[in-house]
């Protein structure tokens, strides 16, 4: 298997820029995570998909991050416009199991997202 | 509220020696589940154990273990006979029912040759 796939790896932007990030889970796996990891705040969960829904996007930080999930083996994450404070690493993770197991989760390599 | 604090920020031991990551924890839930990942160089995490609230037992895979003492609040981590490819950033996270997965901020280990 492929593992969890993201696109770009490295993306540098200037502030005001609209920037996407892809995913594309394991194949056959059910719930989809993006999470983003800075220095100050450490690695948080942004929000996390079950079957292409949207089940809790409570760790978005603001409406200028919108994520969506059209289909099984696709997600992005969108931030419009993008700010300094932006900058991070932001990983996909997807997961086979439910409940107790969710979180036994196959992450992506990350995204290096860069706001000048 | 949760918390999760791993208070070493990093260790450095030399190859072949055991070490031992702490992790203590908050919840006032009586229904959680503790995990640790592993962070290597190339950056992607990856998942090493997870434990519920109700099992208190140790578990041991290979060279890694992990206590589990309810009483203090712990879910320590421990690496025996340590390996260069050990070095990594290891995270240990929280989940409780009522609330979204919290990671502590993390303990960077270097393992010397």
């Known amino acids: 298997d492929a593992g969890v796939i993201q696109s770009p790896r490295h993306e540098v932007t200037e502030m005001g820029q609209e920037v996407t990030l892809r995913c594309k889970p394991i194949s056959g796996h059910d719930y989809l995570f993006w999470y983003r990891q800075t220095m100050m705040r450490g690695l948080e969960l942004l929000i996390y998909f079950n079957n292409n829904v949207p089940i809790d996007d409570s760790g978005m930080p603001e409406d200028r991050f919108s994520a969506k999930m059209p289909n099984a083996s696709f997600s992005t994450l969108k931030i419009q416009p993008s700010e300094p404070r932006d900058s991070a690493v932001y990983f996909c993770a997807s997961s086979l199991k439910a409940g107790a197991y969710l979180y036994e989760q196959y992450f992506g390599p990350g995204t290096r997202l860069t706001v000048t | ?112 040759p």
Do not use: H
Request: overall charge neutral.
């Open chain 2, 1 to 112: 509220a949760q918390k999760v604090t791993q208070a070493q920020t990093e260790i450095s031991v030399v190859e072949k020696e055991d070490v031992t990551l702490d992790c203590v924890y908050e919840t006032r839930d009586t229904t959680y589940y503790l995990f640790w990942y592993k962070q290597p160089p190339s950056g992607e995490l990856v998942f090493l154990i997870r434990r519920n609230s109700f099992d208190e037992q140790n578990e041991i895979s290979g060279r890694y273990s992990w206590n589990f003492q309810k009483s203090t609040s712990s879910f320590n981590f421990t690496i025996t006979a340590s390996q260069v490819v050990d070095s990594a950033v290891y995270f240990c996270a929280l989940k409780s029912s009522a609330s979204k997965i919290i990671f502590g901020s993390g303990t960077r280990l270097s393992i010397r």
